[in-house]
């Protein structure tokens, strides 16, 4: 295993002044030494994780991180500066960098180190060692310092010294001294990396301050350890701190539950057990929604059952983001393939008997069945990822059945979305039920897959799978004849949900229901696909184009990002304008919406077509009337812009105006 980071990824002397130059510094560096493939790519990949959430810490500290397919082992990069880079956290800029590289697929003993070094971050004196050290291979052995230490991944605070054990030889006669106030914790983020395993070394070491006894389970990216049942059963109170559903919620039933983002653990971990010390004063108890408690993401605490749609939310998001690497890969190989083929490629023969290595045609009929191969795999995996988010690794199975169950008696995209929930209902049911302690080794791995994938195919087959093909044929047809007012409404409704929450969930089901339409493509759904993508690149794109004609507008940071945003929109990462939406949303998003909505309307009504599911302007060549597209788009871009501009340069003026009337008071009372 290599070394996680040597003194050659250390630069004691960063001089970058943005934290995007910041990355791209450590990344070139990583890149020397063949721990980066793609330097751009990396990149895209580091400012699309940035923009979900900044990752400047507390106390100088700023983690930049991600996984990508262009790095080739799990790297870490440190960099310190002298004037300070702003990574958005509250107390002012780090002078700290940490620029973490983790593989797609990164093995567990890589990623224990790296939650190791993501808590010892919470050490004062490492941090202090760190600004004071001037030789960087120093620098690069104190942060290995601890990579054979694994065991620390499950911090747990322990009682004070002054708080007695039980003692069975003890005088029973003695007073019994009060017992501690215990805690049992979850923290997780969506990366999985550092975030998760710094708040539970934030808990546990507030918890220490306050003669807590805490016991944390880290679900991370290494997976996760679930804490002992008697420590759950014994707790007093119980703190999430989490960015992602928690795993197995039922567990925590009937508990006082302080639940909380992944950074409130970080930052404020005191205040946590505070507040969960004050449930537990109340008597407050969360249930556990029943329908949904068996795994991840189970159920609303505190008995809210209105949280339904935000989980069904997440058993559909877990699908959609399993299954977009699949639609990306296919899509874009079927899309080269017409670009040197022609649409004709697809009733060429099978490559497999027939391949004339200096044809143009072979390879491109090559590209359209590999693709077309990958694109098969769209509705098993979307129902199968349903399913897991619902269930966990048991539900696989009857979810992936079910999906091929939706292809075969053509029930298509909506099929899946059917298949993946009752894949996911079934094996909840069954997991209710209690069994001999004998049967609980066979079941999730022989029993569960076994009844459920019956049931499923039972349901799909004979139920429910007949009346979903038939809504699906009404669909296509639906759009295959939309037409004039009908598709510009289309446009405007895609173009609306593409921007409001920019890479939200709402983002997401447009996205999903146009995907759903390239796996059987017709007129309509091309034309769907184009308004998406063309909407969904206008946010990032009209921030960027403000930020350039109206810096004054904005902060230093976001005209930092402004200029990270040309290439997020170009690319179509939508993602690229939510650090201007939440710094400003009643102005952002009011404004890119409108900008969304003029774009999707133009493009349905130009009847712009694309079979290409992303990429950007770098698919413009496969876009059906790509001039007209590029019209669409800038003039969504100039809507969205002008009126940001406008809206903020009003919010100016009436702060200058209520200054302005407050200044002849203030030099009177002088």
Not at 562 to 576: N, P, Q
Not at 628 to 656: D, F, H, P, Q, S
Request: aromatic fraction near 6%; glycine fraction near 12%; proline fraction near 6%.
């Amino acid at each position: 295993m290599s070394e996680l980071i040597t003194a050659e990824l250390v630069d004691l002397d960063l001089s970058a002044e943005t934290k995007h130059d910041a990355a791209r510094s450590l990344a070139e560096r990583m890149v020397a030494e063949g721990r980066v493939t793609d330097l751009d790519g990396f990149l895209a990949d580091v400012a699309a994780r940035e923009a979900q959430m900044p990752t400047g810490l507390d106390g100088g500290i700023g983690i930049p991180h991600c996984r990508s397919e262009h790095v080739t082992t799990p790297t870490l990069a440190f960099g310190r500066s002298g004037s300070g880079i702003d990574f958005g956290a509250a107390d002012g800029p780090a002078d700290l960098i940490f620029l973490i590289a983790a593989p797609a697929g990164a093995d567990d003993d890589h990623l224990t180190i790296l939650s190791a070094l993501a808590r010892r971050l919470m050490d004062p004196d490492f941090t202090g060692a760190l600004r004071a050290e001037r030789d960087a291979g120093a620098a690069a052995a104190l942060i290995r310092g601890k990579e054979t230490h694994p065991a620390d991944s499950a911090p747990q605070a322990s009682p004070p010294d002054d708080v007695p054990v039980d003692n069975p030889g003890a005088d029973s006669a003695a007073p019994a001294a009060a017992a501690p106030f215990r805690i049992v914790a979850v923290t997780s983020c969506p990366t999985g990396i550092a975030h998760t395993y710094m708040a539970a070394e934030a808990l546990a070491a507030a918890a220490r301050a306050e003669g807590v006894v805490l016991d944390v389970e880290t679900q991370g990216s290494a997976g996760f350890e679930r804490l002992d049942p008697g420590l759950i059963a014994s707790a007093d109170a119980v703190i999430w701190a989490h960015d992602v559903e928690v795993r197995e919620k039922a567990r925590f039933d009937g508990k006082p539950i302080v639940d909380t983002g992944v950074k409130a653990g970080i930052n404020r971990p005191a205040e946590l057990i505070a507040e969960a010390r004050q449930k537990a004063e109340r008597g407050e108890t969360s249930t556990i929604a029943a329908g949904a408690a068996q795994r991840d993401g189970g159920a609303a605490t505190g008995g809210d059952h209105a949280h339904f749609g935000i989980r069904l939310r997440t058993y559909l998001m877990s699908g959609v983001s399993y299954m977009v690497p699949f639609v990306a890969a296919g899509g874009l190989l079927i899309a080269l393939s017409f670009a040197i083929g022609g649409y004709e490629i697809t009733g060429a023969k099978s490559v497999a008997d027939h391949f004339v290595w200096g044809e143009a045609d072979s390879w491109a009929a090559l590209l359209n069945q590999i693709g077309t191969a990958a694109f098969a795999f769209l509705v098993p995996v979307l129902a199968g990822y349903i399913a897991y988010g619902m269930a966990d690794r048991p539900a696989l199975v009857p979810g992936f059945v079910g999906g091929a169950i939706a292809l075969t008696i053509d029930a298509g995209f909506l099929g899946g979305l059917a298949a993946g929930l009752l894949a996911g209902a079934v094996v909840m049911a069954i997991q209710r039920v209690k069994v001999h302690p004998t049967l609980r080794g066979i079941m999730p791995v022989l029993v569960i897959p076994l009844i459920a994938s019956a049931v499923v195919g039972f349901l799909m087959f004979i139920v429910v799978g007949k009346p979903i093909a038939s809504l699906q044929r009404a669909l296509t047809d639906g759009l295959n004849g939309l037409s004039g007012s009908n598709a510009i409404i289309l446009g405007i409704v895609l173009g609306l949900m593409m921007c409001f929450d920019m890479g939200g969930p709402l983002n997401k089901v447009a996205y999903a229901f146009a995907v759903g339409g390239l796996a059987d493509p017709t007129p309509g759904s091309l034309k769907v696909m184009a308004a998406v993508m063309a909407a969904g690149m206008v946010p990032p794109l009209a921030m960027a184009l403000a930020t350039t004609v109206r810096g004054r507008l904005f902060s230093k940071t976001e005209r930092e990002n402004g200029r990270a945003a040309w290439v997020l929109g170009a690319s179509f990462i939508s993602e690229g304008a939510i650090p201007f939406a939440a710094a400003d949303p009643l102005r952002v998003i009011p404004s890119v919406m409108a900008g969304g909505a003029v774009t999707g309307a133009l493009s349905m009504a130009f009847g712009c077509t694309l079979r290409a599911p992303h990429g950007g302007i770098f698919v413009v060549p496969l876009i059906g009337d790509p001039f007209l597209y590029l019209l669409a788009i800038a003039a969504g871009t100039t809507v969205a812009t002008a009126l940001v501009v406008l809206l903020k340069g009003m919010r100016r003026n009436t702060e200058a105006s209520a200054q302005a009337t407050a200044e002849p008071e203030i030099s009177v009372a002088a």
